[in-house]
């Protein structure tokens, strides 16, 4: 079973991310440390995509360098 967007923009938040807002059900996060914002899409109940959970692993794992 895949995570929700929820555990997404938990995982990112818990990782020092910072939700700048973003139009409809899309969200856009930063972090100091991370050249590029990251966008999740999707209602929080939805199961997050494939594509989704590569690019919030890749930029948590960014943000810690």
Do not use: W
């Not at 856009?28 to 997050?48: E, Y």
Request: hydrophobic share 35%; net charge positive.
């Amino acid at each position: 079973m895949p995570p929700m967007v929820r555990d997404l923009i938990t995982d990112l938040e818990n990782a020092g991310f910072v939700d700048r807002g973003g139009k409809d059900s899309h969200r856009n996060v930063v972090h100091p440390q991370v050249r590029r914002p990251v966008t999740v899409s999707g209602q929080l109940g939805d199961d997050a995509k494939q594509y989704q959970l590569r690019a919030v692993r890749l930029a948590i794992e960014e943000s810690k360098k």
